[in-house]
Every structure is written in structure tokens, then in C-alpha cells.
């Protein structure tokens, strides 16, 4: 018996141990398919990989994780594998990303500037929340509801989380004013703020109007349309639309544009996409100014709703189009909302101008590097300054309605090249500008002498009466008083003439508003005198064939 046994002994114990692995496995099988909260294989039958992936790591990882935010941070990344205008808004960010094209925002209505670790207030919006308060140009606002609001940590996106608010909602504020020794308070009821696109016009001939359009929104044709009767009322019939740094917007708003200059059926853009299909824009036919004679200015920062702008006239034979080679998007977003707020930007569909060119530049899906130092690239290629440097597709020839050749590849490419001028740029210039030390005189010469410049009605007056200052000598003071900058007379004198009209511009920005801005800015302006020349002339676009 004993002998008997110590041969069986062996065999139990292995039996014991194999019976023990197959029932610690269904055991472990059980636990992970059999209690309500795991996944088995025909779970991963019916969902995606990636929805399966989640709801394993929810139900069965190691530790608690919070699915959500990892949800957050891999939707990004996976939409950057797309294309370069597929993206990812979080909740927190959708307010902000759609209040410039929507038209308005609810605040207090100011412009601010940071200064000296302070918020100042630049202009006070007219009619707005804080201009019925008094709220004046030149305020520093030290503190937010009896908080100090003052130091290095002060940034743009603070200050507007403290200034925007609910409509109706109040906000307190301590005002520090030249005028006063004492701080002043405010409770400000944050109301709706208008946004512009349209932000100036003005007449630069007695027949010619000028229109900057910096986006194209919600507002942007009623705000153009109310430019174009003012305009011709002053006895405008020609026009220059500026959308140099435009990076686009709402297509309505653009078409709708369009439609004012294009006669009944001409063809504005169309789009297609893989579950969009092709669909045509034309012109109605009850454009106000059908026979007006037009110039458009673009450059490498005209993007988007900017192109198809561009694009229909340029195709159409109807403006004659003025500086550099556009951005080059040409992809349509739809915007897709999720119950907590968030929303996705994908695209659907391609823009294509009427002689059938695709806006969008090319791209490598996923490589986001790439595509965002092509502008640094056509720059260091000298496309900027050389028209025979800017890359043209050859092979992609199309004709507009005249017969002219125009080329595809991404991008408009204006009729009449205007470099951009850096003979005025030195290494003091670049220095100052980049500490942003222009800006900073302008506003404290604004600001200490706002008097003096109310005296002057328009913008023609202010400009001469700033010609007449030494603002080259006390800026180059006020310069040297700054770390790391010191005189260099040779460079200064290079630069004199670039420096000054920034100098003169920002001030009478700061005094008057954009509509002292932008002539001041643009009065020595290539692209725009190049405008003037051809509406004057009056060029025959199909003659350029």
C-alpha cells in the first residue's frame, strides 16, 4: 500500500494542480466577461476599435482613469491626422472661437493694451457698456472686483476671462486716470459688444473708395454694404477691396460680397467632396455695382472666404487683383456640436474658383510642421520679393471667362505683383519693433498729449500736425532708456521713414480710432497706390491673356 501510493502521490498532486490553472481561468474569465461591467468578444463585434478601446480601459484597467479627459486629449491628435483645418474646439474655448464671425460678445466694451505689467484702456467703444459710464481712453484698470489686478502675471487671456461675461452680469473696476490722485470705481453691466470686419473706409480719390474688410462674419456684408452707400454717396464709382491679413470666415458673407459686382449667372465658386456633391454659387443678379470698376489687394495672409473673393473676380474678368500670392485654404469645415459644448471643425469639401482652380494648397496629411513653415519657406524662397521666385504649377492651366491663363496649385495669384518692401528693415528696426517699444511711445505720447490731439476733426489734420513733431528724436530717446537698445544712428536713419509712420499711425489709433489708422497707414502704401494707378487707367483685364 505504501508503495502504491508513493507512485500515485505524484500523479494527484499534478491533477490537482492542472484542475487548479482551469478553474483560476474561467474564474478570471467569468470576472471579466460575466459581471455586468466588462466587455466580451461579441461587444467588440459591434463597436468601433477605437470606442472599444475606451470603454475596456473604463470597465477593466488597473486603476480609475477618466476616460473623458483622455477622450480629450486623443481627439486632437487624431483629427491632426486628417488635414491642417480639421480640428478639435473644447467647451471652454467655443465662446472665444466663435464670437469674431458671429458679430459680437458680451463685455464691457473696451480696447485694451498691457503695459508696464497694467491694463490700459486704448478706446472705449461707442455706445458700449463702459462708454455710458465714462470709462475714458487712457484708464488703467488696477483692479477687478476689489482684487488686485496689477503684475508680470496679467495676460491678454486673463483679462478678457475677467472683463467678458454673462449679458446683465456686473463687474467692478478700479480706474486709475491721469486726471485723478485717487482710484476710481466702476461697476460696469457687461452688454453686447459689436465686432467688426468691415474696419475702415474712406475715400482716396474723389472717385475711388477704399474698404478694409480684416474677416468675413456674420455682420461683414450688411457692414460692407453700409460702406458701399456711404462711399458712393461721397461720389465713389471705383473701388479697392483690401483683404490682406483677411483669413476668412463665413462663406455666405463672402458670396454675398461677390454678388454685389457679378452679373445675373456668373459663377462665384462651387464645392465638392466625398459625400458632398458638386454645388454651384451664382451671382442673382441684383448686385449694386455691377459696372464699377474694382481692385482687390491680397497677400500670402488672405485665406479662405478671402480666396473665393479673389478667386471669382479674378476668374470672372471683373477686378484686377494686386500683391502677393494668397495663403491657400481651400477646405470646408462643418462644425459639428457636442452635447457638452465642444464641438468638431471637420472638413467635408473643397473650394473651387469658377475656372475650376482648388484653393487649397497641398498638404501631407499629418504632417502639421510642414504645412505651417510654408509661409516661412515661400519667404525664405523669395517669394516675397521676387515674382519669378513664387512657385506656379505650369501643368495647371486654367482660362477665365475672357480666355486669360490663370494657374492652379493653391492659392490666388494676383495679376500685378507687388514685393514687399523691406529696404527700410535693419537690425535697430527689427529689434524695436519686436520689444514692441513702438507701440508703447505711441500710446504714452497719445495718452499724455489726448487734448491736444482731440483738437483735430480728421484724420488729414492730425497726420500733418504729427509730421511737424520730433517723433524720431524722442523715440530714439525713449529707446535708449530700454534694455538692450541702444542708438545706432546709421541704422535709425535707414529706418526713419518705417518707424515714424508707425509712430504717427498708432497715435492717431489711439486718438481717433481706425478711421485715423488706416489712411495714415496706408499713405504710403505700394499695393494701394498701384490700385489708384490701374482704376485711374482703367487696364483691359482680357487683354492679358
Partial sequence: MNKKWKIWLPVFFGMAIAIGIIVGNLIAKKAFTGNGKGMNSSYFSKTSKLESILGLIDADYVEDVNVDSLSEDLIPKLLANLDPHSVYIPASDMEMANEDLDGSFSGIGVQFNIQTDTVMVISVIHGGPSDKLGILPGDRIVSVNDSAFVGKKITNERVMKKLRGKKGSNVKLGIKRRSSSKILTYVVTRGDVPVKSVDSYYMLTPQIGYIKVSNFGAQTYQEFIGAINKLHKSGAQKYVVDLRGNPGGYMD??????????????????????????????????????????????????????????????????????????????????????????????????????????????????????????????????????????????????????????????????????????????????????????????????????????????WQSLFSYLEKQPMLVDFAEFAEKKKGVKKNIRQILKSASLIEQLIYSYVAKDAAGDEAYYPIVNSSDDCLKEAVKQLKHKVDLTAQK
Fill in 253 to 458: 458673407a463672402a458670396t454675398n460680397m461677390i454678388n454685389e459686382f457679378l452679373k445675373k449667372g456668373s459663377l462665384i465658386v462651387y464645392t465638392k467632396g466625398k459625400s458632398y456633391p458638386r454645388k454651384d454659387i451664382y451671382a442673382n443678379g441684383n448686385g449694386t455695382c455691377q459696372k464699377a470698376d474694382l481692385a482687390v489687394l491680397i497677400d500670402e495672409w488672405s485665406a479662405s472666404a478671402s480666396e473665393i473673393f479673389a478667386g471669382a473676380m479674378q476668374d470672372n474678368d471683373r477686378a484686377i487683383i494686386i500683391g502677393r500670392r494668397s495663403f491657400g485654404k481651400g477646405l470646408v469645415q462643418q462644425q459639428i456640436p457636442f452635447n457638452d459644448g465642444s464641438a468638431v471643425r471637420l472638413t467635408v469639401a473643397r473650394y473651387y474658383t469658377p475656372s475650376g482652380r482648388c484653393i487649397q494648397k497641398p498638404y501631407k496629411k499629418g504632417d502639421m510642421m510642414s504645412y505651417e513653415k510654408d509661409i516661412m519657406n515661400r519667404y525664405i524662397h523669395g517669394e516675397f520679393n521676387n515674382k519669378d521666385s513664387v512657385k506656379i504649377s505650369k501643368a495647371s492651366k486654367f482660362k477665365t471667362v475672357g480666355g486669360r491663363t490663370v494657374y492652379g496649385g493653391g492659392g490666388i495669384m494676383s495679376d500685378i505683383f507687388i514685393p514687399k518692401d523691406t529696404s527700410c528693415y535693419t537690425p535697430y528696426f527689427n529689434k524695436v519693433v519686436d520689444a514692441g517699444y513702438i507701440y508703447e511711445f505711441a500710446f504714452q505720447y497719445a495718452d499724455s498729449h489726448r487734448a491736444k490731439l482731440k483738437q483735430y476733426k480728421n
